[in-house]
């Protein structure tokens, strides 16, 4: 077939993008030439929309071994020993097909973490879903937590957090981002980097099949009514085969056979051997007759294509092939040498010994589109003037019920109860905390994780609702009473051709990057999803952070759960009563406008640098960060999680028991501490100039608020417990 | 006192139990599925996971793997054959304890923690607890035990059920029962009550940092009763 431009068109090419290829090779490109073009330059593999706005976020730190750029982002923590960590999404590809879509995307990060030479040893995941009452929420939602479960159960890789939420701005596209983290030894981590001419290029893994071809161009475009169609671009997972790949790539990296070692992901045996030798300033050649392939007949285009899972790229060091096909032997796995380093610094590929392609893999990464897209800015909203008789005619324990088993505040372990969150005998903090958090195999240290996304904020303010992530990722972390370290994004918007939405991501990757700054709390790793979009409706920008912190003892971790009757219970950070976009303003009194709390990036840092030290100091017996729903849904989940009640009243402040119980300042933690303590816990706070308040005290049974309103333990989980469990059956 | 656990193609549960046998005092080797021959033990352990991937049934494809015609000869003679989980479903799948595991009753993974009763005292596993009721971690798809109406018989005849669900006061009513298996059976023996297989993983509950140390008892039990 001869190439033009409607067929660069229908690979999803621009008409201009199309010049500049046969530009930039002087002729037209033939189709398998095509068809690398259109995966390297498709948004999901050149950031072509992105890639100027993110070279602005904060990638480097003390910690920081490895920022953007490889496989995974790397940090050390100490002792020699190194976390290797990154988020991804799968979207596109589970709303086609929730089970494989996910599975894949699980298998796919965590592929890019032992690329890196680290063994997985915890698996996160956040996952948005349409409005509960869409047709196909509940399928989307089994069949996703199916896929997710069903790759990471098999791997043995717990799965330690993650976060769900519903809005029906994700009816038409659900989010998928899957975050692995990773344990290596600092002195053994490995690059993509090729290095050296004539070093043998080795095929690992599944056998090529027609599976995923084109999936990263599908993920690239908007979807219509048509999408359904598209099915064929999913991949297929085996999740059995991905653990053989692991052990047999942990035996490989045990020696020093190996140069370079990087994962056909999005664009398969294209993007991985096109970004070692460009990483390397060298050429590479294949030889396509030497893949091994699942289906007869494929041609080099299905071949350089295909997205089939669980398949690696190595480049090895001369003379290591037969001990390096011994172990892939073992573990039955398909071994080919198909390739080696060049000097051409092109990618010239044969297939029955001919040229089929060559391309100088310059015009590939160098050379690809990198677009300034016309962007609008967002003002901040007017406040909501809500008269305060409005609030008289609420009933607490009604507000309450309803704000406790709101789908996106309700109990979800529905959900991780199908997860193994207890393999590998290390997991010290299951889901459902603040933070999952993990020992470090046969040391005192641990490691904890969180995942979160604030898409109403962002979407009321996206440059508010950037900072805001960020911060909570840090709370998160600092509630179970880990330093926070550094970060991983997965940036989920709409299409970057509107304004509107290109304004979005543009706002809250600034506000990210301002939040990540002044916390010294780096980006190390990220990916960007664009065209979350069905026709023209986009959803609601949705940057989603994964934020990894250490204990240096992990017998110093903090739980949220009461712990003792007669305990106090103090609010850390102040209460100013915002709100606007709070889950109150928007559920109950049905009000969607207004802008998101503001944060205030001095107090943050203070009082979380704060009740780190008290925790340090050990005079915190549980902590929560106060979130959606404000202070009262925190300190209902601390009863609940610890069987206990609490007495409270609220402070005597010039406002209404609704606004100081309901809102969703930022900042906020709820500690439990001993009486005995807290002269001592005081004087800290004052020293440091962290505003509190003494609120309440730990009971035996009932929440009591301000000696009027009573609330059972039990009351409080049914309504929080039931209300996915009852959805989902 | 020395042990061996089996790693097959897929066994994620492997280090784990490495990790609690030599915790409390085994000796513990790691046997590669594709050998011949077992070193010399006292305890064999299939580990958890996901054998083969599961494939075709869960354990059927391991119960044939060239190590098993030497695990299937050691048990005959009488060697102690511990099965967790997915070994709990290759003991079955190789014959060495009757029944088989379907798919959980909803049809779902489960991972949580469950109340196990200890049923018969007789045999060298339990042997000298003093307690009755444990509280144990399950994590699995298919673990819903089932049995023939006359399997079922002889089993409770020999005194063949190990443990069943229960609640924490060793009830074992249907509502304990977290996957429908036949009269709430978590684990069973062989007739001999030399080898025991059974759902619950007692190596993730090692020390009181993880899901609860009613593990540590076993395992503390188990070493004491080879002795």
């Given at each position: 077939m001869k190439v033009n431009e409607q067929i660069a068109i229908d690979h999803g090419l621009k008409k201009e993008e199309y010049k500049k290829i046969c530009d930039l090779l002087k002729r037209v490109p033939n189709l398998t030439e095509l068809g690398i073009f259109s995966a390297m330059w498709n948004e999901h593999c050149s950031y072509k929309s992105s890639r100027l706005h993110l070279?602005?976020?904060?990638?480097?730190?003390?910690?920081?071994i490895q920022g953007p750029g490889e496989n995974a982002g790397v940090i050390d923590i100490e002792d020699g020993d190194a976390i290797v960590f990154k988020i991804e999404s799968h979207n596109h590809p589970s709303f086609i097909e929730p089970y494989q879509g996910a599975a894949t995307g699980v298998g796919g990060i965590m592929r890019d973490v032992f690329t890196m030479g680290a063994r997985p040893i915890a698996n996160l995941n956040s996952i948005h879903f349409g409005?509960?009452?869409?047709?196909k929420t509940k399928n989307l939602l089994r069949g996703v937590v199916h896929g997710i479960g069903g790759y990471g159960n098999c791997m043995g890789v717990p799965t330690i957090a993650g976060q769900t939420s519903f809005d029906s701005?994700?009816?038409?596209n659900i989010l998928v981002n899957a975050m692995t983290l990773g344990l290596v030894k600092k002195n053994k981590i490995f690059y993509s980097k090729a290095a050296g001419l004539n070093k043998p290029v080795i095929y690992v893994g599944s056998k090529t099949g027609?599976?995923?071809?084109h999936g990263a161009s599908m993920a690239s475009a908007s979807f219509d009514e048509?999408?359904?169609?598209?099915?064929?671009?999913v991949q297929v997972g085996d999740p059995f085969t991905e653990k053989l790949l692991l052990e047999a790539c942990l035996e490989l990296m045990a020696?020093?056979?190996?140069?370079a070692i990087q994962d056909m992901g999005a664009a398969g045996l294209t993007s991985s051997s096109i970004e070692m030798a460009s990483k390397g300033n060298l050429g590479i050649e294949l030889n396509l007759n030497k893949v091994p392939c699942?289906?007869?007949?494929?041609?080099p285009y299905e071949i350089m294509l295909s997205?089939?899972?669980?398949r690696m790229l190595i480049v090895l060091e001369n003379g290591k092939e037969d001990l390096a096909k011994k172990i892939f032997d073992k573990w039955d796995l398909d071994f080919a040498v198909i390739g080696k380093t060049t000097n051409s610094k092109n990618i010239e590929l044969f297939y029955d010994e001919k040229q089929v392609a060559s391309i100088p893999i310059n015009t590939l990464v160098e050379n690809s589109p990198m677009y300034d897209r016309k962007w609008k800015k967002t003002k901040l909203p007017k406040k909501n003037l809500i008269?305060?008789?409005?609030?008289?005619?609420?009933?607490i324990k009604e507000v309450l019920n309803k704000i406790l088993s709101n789908p996106n505040v309700c109990s979800k372990e529905w959900i991780w109860?199908?997860?193994?969150?207890?393999?590998?005998?290390?997991?010290i903090q299951k889901p459902g905390g603040d933070s999952g958090v993990v020992r470090?195999?046969?040391?005192?240290k641990a490691v904890a994780a969180t995942v979160d996304s604030s898409a109403i904020y962002c979407w009321a303010h996206p440059l508010t609702g950037g900072k805001q992530v960020v911060c909570e990722s840090w709370r998160n972390l600092i509630s179970v009473g880990a330093t926070p370290i550094a970060i991983t994004n997965c940036l989920n918007f709409g299409s970057p051709e509107k304004e509107e939405n290109m304004g979005e991501f543009v706002e809250c990757v600034q506000g990210i990057g301002e939040a990540c700054e002044y916390l010294k709390f780096p980006v190390v790793s990220g990916n960007v999803s664009f065209y979350n979009q069905t026709k023209e409706i986009g959803i609601k920008p949705t940057p989603s952070i994964g934020g990894v912190g250490l204990i240096k003892?992990?017998?110093?971790m903090i739980t949220m759960d009461f712990k003792e009757i007669d305990n106090l219970v103090l609010i850390i950070g102040k209460t100013e009563?915002?709100?606007?976009?709070s889950l109150f303003a928007r559920n109950i009194l049905n009000e969607k406008n207004g802008p998101p709390p503001e944060i205030n990036l001095f107090n943050e840092k203070n009082n979380g640098e704060t009740v780190l030290q008290l925790i340090k100091d050990n005079l915190v017996r549980s902590a929560h960060d106060v979130s959606i729903g404000g202070i009262i849904t925190a300190v209902s989940k601390m009863c609940i999680k610890g069987n206990k009640g609490i007495e409270f009243n609220k402070p005597k402040?010039?406002?209404?028991d609704t606004e100081y119980l309901f809102s969703e300042d930022q900042g906020r933690y709820v500690i439990e501490i001993e009486p005995k303590n807290l002269k001592k816990v005081e004087s800290i706070l004052n020293k440091n100039s962290v505003h509190f308040d003494e609120f309440g005290k730990i009971t035996d049974k009932n929440m009591i608020i301000n000696g009027k309103t009573k609330v059972t333990i039990d009351e409080l989980k049914s309504y929080n417990t039931n209300w996915l469990s009852n959805y989902m059956n | 006192m020395k042990s061996a656990v089996i790693t097959f193609?897929?066994?994620?549960?492997d280090r784990d139990m490495h990790v609690a046998l030599n915790k409390f005092g085994f000796k513990n080797k790691m046997v590669w599925h594709n050998d011949n021959e077992l070193p010399k033990s006292d305890l064999i352990v299939l580990p958890g996971g996901f054998s083969y991937?599961?494939?075709?049934?869960?354990g059927s494809m391991a119960s044939k793997s060239k190590i098993m015609q030497s695990v299937i000869n050691f048990a005959k003679s009488g060697g102690l054959v511990m099965g967790i989980c997915n070994g709990f479903q290759i003991l079955v799948e190789s014959g060495l304890v009757p029944g088989i595991l379907l798919r959980n009753k909803y049809l779902e993974f489960i991972c949580k923690n469950v109340f196990v009763k200890i049923d018969?005292?007789?045999?060298?596993?339990?042997?000298?607890?003093?307690?009755e009721v444990f509280e144990l971690h399950i994590a699995h798809n298919e673990g819903n035990y089932f049995c023939t109406n006359d399997q079922l018989k002889e089993i409770q005849d020999n005194n063949q059920v190990a443990i069943y669900y229960c609640n924490d006061n060793g009830k074992t009513e249907e509502?304990?029962?977290?996957?429908?298996s036949l009269k709430n059976i978590a684990g069973i023996f062989n007739k001999e009550k030399n080898v025991l297989g059974m759902?619950?993983?007692?190596?993730?509950?090692?020390?009181?940092?993880?899901?609860?140390?009613d593990g540590s008892l076993f395992f503390k039990n188990l070493i004491n009763n080879i002795k």
């Open positions: 070279k602005k976020l904060p990638t480097s730190g003390k910690k920081v409005s509960s009452q869409h047709k701005s994700y009816n038409g027609r599976d995923g071809i048509k999408i359904e169609e598209k099915k064929p671009t020696g020093d056979s190996i140069i699942r289906e007869s007949k494929m041609t997205e089939s899972q669980e008269k305060k008789e409005e609030f008289k005619k609420f009933k109860q199908q997860y193994d969150h207890t393999v590998m005998g290390d997991t470090v195999h046969g040391t005192d003892d992990y017998k110093q009563g915002h709100l606007d976009q402040y010039f406002m209404s | 193609p897929g066994s994620n549960c991937g599961d494939y075709l049934r869960c018969n005292k007789d045999n060298p596993y339990f042997k000298n607890l003093d307690k509502k304990f029962n977290p996957n429908g759902m619950p993983h007692p190596e993730r509950m090692i020390d009181k940092s993880l899901s609860g140390e």
